[in-house]
């Protein structure tokens, strides 16, 4: 168990420019979660997938906001034409269904900083 | 649809001292409850959760906390701080478990020497 993984720890970008995250889970989970956290506030929900299928969508994620999980393991999001409001720190978390509620536990990646400019 | 308050967004305590942080929830179904921390430019991690069973639940670092349905609370305690559980503390809500958790706002946690 080698924990989730994310990439870049950092990125800096000009407003209006495209930015993509990756994601690796621990490699049994079949969930996938995004969140984003601002400032002084606690994570909000993005989007979630089970396997390759992205299950819902927050109305926090506008038409600039995309992500895919194409084999069910890893995930990426894109945020085109960057805005400063889209600066945060951007979690992945990661959890398997099967079990009971004794396994339900989000496992959280360090997170991508993002900074727009 | 899950709410959760935090009552305090910064708390401050001697090294020893007993540590309180408060959590309120709405839910209209019963909830899976967490806390999580989160140090400095780092992830979340989890220190305890409720799902079903014993209210009464106890997590890492001994940190424990108490579902109290009839004031929809799950307040972290700690008996003594540490110098090292300063960070900064969600609770999070959800009804189903393995949905999308719902976060508070954040309880910043400082002890001082």
């Known amino acids: 168990d080698t924990g989730v993984s994310q990439n870049p720890r950092h990125k800096i970008t000009k407003r209006g420019q495209n930015v993509t995250f990756r994601c690796d889970p621990i490699?049994?989970?079949?969930?996938l979660y995004w969140y984003r956290q601002t400032l002084g506030q606690g994570p909000e929900f993005l989007t979630y997938?089970?396997?390759?299928?992205?299950?819902?969508k927050s109305r926090l994620l506008s038409d600039r906001f995309s992500a895919e999980r194409p084999k069910g393991s890893f995930s990426t999001l894109e945020i085109q034409r960057t805005e400063q409001g889209d600066s945060a720190m951007y979690l992945c978390?990661?959890?398997?269904?099967?079990?009971?509620?004794?396994?339900?536990?989000?496992?959280f990646g360090p997170g991508t900083r993002l900074t727009v400019t | 649809a899950q709410s959760v308050t935090q009552l305090g967004s910064h708390v401050s305590v001697s090294e020893g001292a007993l540590v309180l942080l408060r959590c309120n929830y709405s839910?209209?179904?019963?909830?899976?409850l967490f806390w999580y921390v989160q140090y400095p430019n780092q992830g979340l991690q989890l220190l305890l959760k409720?799902?079903?069973?014993?209210?009464l639940v106890k997590g890492i670092n001994g940190f424990e906390a108490e579902f109290k349905k009839s004031e929809t609370s799950f307040h972290l305690t700690k008996p003594s701080a540490h110098m090292s559980d300063a960070a900064e503390y969600f609770c999070a809500v959800t009804p189903q478990g393995n949905t999308p958790l719902v976060f508070g706002k954040g309880t910043r946690l400082s002890v001082i020497a």
């Open positions: 409720y799902t079903t069973g014993a209210t």
């Open positions: 978390a990661s959890t398997q269904t099967a079990g009971g509620p004794d396994l339900y536990e989000q496992y």
């Open positions: 839910s209209s179904v019963p909830p899976y």
């Open positions: 490699s049994e989970h079949n969930r």
């Open positions: 997938f089970q396997n390759e299928a992205q299950l819902e």
